[in-house]
Each structure stands twice: as structure tokens, then as C-alpha cells.
């Protein structure tokens, strides 16, 4: 059984920052593309960054620059180190292993 436990979420302003974490099954993990997503209220849920088995990165244009993707293996974690938070930064963030297997979500709030 894969389990994905995602925490770091909450409550900050805009300018602040944020770190995500998310554990995972470690079979799994260290063979794997890991990713974060979000969704926010009635948009679709998209790819914020993902990071590679290798630790090639890729981020969507929206974060670039003030978003980082890492990867521990030792500690199959991944995580998401956010600065420079803006309100549209608000959703529910999401972690996946290749699009299959995905956690139960950590919310983000931007106040303004």
C-alpha cells in the first residue's frame, strides 16, 4: 500500500513563505517522478514543480523563481520550499508519485 502524508499548509501573507512536506512509501518513492500539484476552487488541478528520480526539475511558469522542488531519498520525502507567496497561490497542494498515487492534500492560504 503506497501512502502519501503531505503537511506544511496554512495560513500566511503575502510575501511570506511556506515549506511543504511530503512523506512517502520508500519503494516507491526513490524510483519515481514525485510532483506537486494544486487546485484551487473551481479550476482544475495543476502541476506546480516536479523533481525526477535523477533530480531534474521542472516547474510551472507561475512559480519559477520562487518556488523550490527538493527530494531526500534517505528520508523518501519530498518537499516544496515556497517564497514570495501571492494570493493566487492559494489552493490545496497536492503530492503525487507519477500521477498514480497522490495524498490526501494540505491546504494554502494567501491573505493579501
Known amino acids: 500500500q503506497v501512502q502519501l502524508v503531505e503537511s506544511g499548509g496554512g495560513l500566511v501573507q503575502a510575501g511570506g513563505s511556506l515549506r511543504l512536506s511530503c512523506a512517502a512509501s520508500?519503494?516507491?518513492?526513490?524510483?519515481?517522478?514525485m510532483g506537486w500539484y494544486r487546485q484551487a476552487p473551481g479550476k482544475q488541478r495543476e502541476l506546480v514543480a516536479s523533481?525526477?528520480?535523477?533530480?531534474?526539475?521542472n516547474y510551472a511558469d507561475s512559480v519559477l523563481g520562487r518556488f523550490t522542488i527538493s527530494r531526500d531519498n534517505a528520508k523518501n520525502t519530498v518537499y516544496l520550499q515556497m517564497n514570495s507567496l501571492k494570493p493566487e497561490d492559494t489552493a490545496v497542494y497536492y503530492c503525487?508519485?507519477?500521477?498514480?498515487?497522490w495524498g490526501q492534500g494540505t491546504q494554502v492560504t494567501v491573505s493579501s
Open positions: 523533481i525526477s528520480s535523477a533530480g531534474t526539475t
Open positions: 503525487s508519485v507519477s500521477l498514480v498515487y
Open positions: 520508500g519503494r516507491i518513492f526513490n524510483l519515481n517522478t
